[in-house]
Nanobody, 123 residues
Framework: QAQLVESGGGLVQAGGSLRLSCAASGRTFSSYAMGWFRQAPGKEREFVAAVSWNGGSTYYTDSVKGRFTISRDNARATVYLQMNSLKPEDTAVYYC????????????????WGQGTQVTVSS
C-alpha cells in the first residue's frame, strides 16, 4: 500500500509558474512509475505527465510539452511537476498517481492516487 500526498497548488497569474510535489510513503517508492493527472470542472480526468521508476523516461501530453517538467527524487520518495508559462486552461485539480505497470497515459493502470491539489490560473 502506498500513500500519496500532493502539495504546491495555488492561484497564479497566466505566464507564472508553480511546482507541485507528491510525497509517497508506505512502499518502496522506486518500485513505481509515477504520473500526474488533472481534472477541470465538468471534464474528465486527463493525463498530464509520467516518469519511469528511475527517472530515465518521461512522457507528456501534447498541451504541456515544453512548459511542464516531471521529475522524481527516489531518496526523498517525491515526484515533482514543474509548471511554467501557465495558462488559464491549466486550471484543474492535479493528482499524482503510482503505477506498478510502468509509465502510462492510462489512468486505469495506476494503483494509488493522492487526494489532489488545486491549481488556478487567472487571466
Amino acid at each position: 500500500q502506498a500513500q500519496l500526498v500532493e502539495s504546491g497548488g495555488g492561484l497564479v497569474q497566466a505566464g507564472g509558474s508553480l511546482r507541485l510535489s507528491c510525497a509517497a510513503s508506505g512502499r518502496t517508492f522506486s518500485s513505481y512509475a509515477m504520473g500526474w493527472f488533472r481534472q477541470a470542472p465538468g471534464k474528465e480526468r486527463e493525463f498530464v505527465a509520467a516518469v519511469s521508476w528511475n527517472g530515465g523516461s518521461t512522457y507528456y501530453t501534447d498541451s504541456v510539452k515544453g512548459r511542464f517538467t516531471i521529475s522524481r527524487d527516489n531518496a526523498r520518495a517525491t515526484v515533482y511537476l514543474q509548471m511554467n508559462s501557465l495558462k488559464p486552461e491549466d486550471t484543474a485539480v492535479y493528482y499524482c498517481a503510482a503505477s506498478l505497470h510502468g509509465g502510462s497515459r492510462r489512468s486505469s493502470l495506476y494503483d494509488y492516487w493522492g487526494q489532489g491539489t488545486q491549481v488556478t490560473v487567472s487571466s
